[in-house]
């Protein structure tokens, strides 16, 4: 059994955030709201839609950023999102390999790392006030 899911149509949506259905058209036609269609293709926004809309209102109206700053905030924040959720399962899929290990930290050899550490030599320079080799790490 499905969930149904809160929607409002154009026209109380338009009321609720007091601007004019047109802004809304307008908003998605430049793809910043996506909302779903009805059977009889009446646009119905979800909670989702509405909170979305009012990121776009508050970085319109309070921030005075234009329609194509609020494409490249809304494109940047979604980019974050997926790599935070990226990194999160990074981190999750390391935890379950250390918990794999069963012994300690300073026993790993290069091989069993899960990043190959190369250790490069000291490198020799000259320095320019000097003509000694001086030994450093880079």
Do not use: C, W
């Not at 970085?59 to 974050?80: C, H, Q, S, Y």
């Not at 091989?111 to 000097?130: G, L, T, W, Y």
């Amino acid at each position: 059994m499905k969930k149904k899911v809160k929607t409002y149509t154009i026209s109380t949506v338009a009321e609720l955030y007091g601007v004019h259905p047109q802004t809304l058209r307008l908003y998605e036609r430049e793809g910043l709201l996506k909302p779903s269609r009805s059977e009889g293709n009446t646009r119905l926004y979800t909670d989702a839609d509405l909170e979305r809309l009012e990121l776009i209102l508050s970085l319109t109206r309070e921030m005075g950023v234009n329609l194509a700053g609020v494409e490249i905030i809304l494109n940047m924040r979604e980019k974050m999102l997926a790599m935070q959720r990226e990194f999160e399962l990074f981190l999750e899929q390391l935890k379950q390999h250390l918990d794999n290990i069963s012994f300690p930290f300073q026993e790993l050899t290069n091989s069993e790392a899960i990043v190959p550490v190369r250790r490069r030599p000291p490198v020799a320079f000259q320095r320019e006030d000097k003509n000694e080799e001086v030994a450093g790490n880079d």
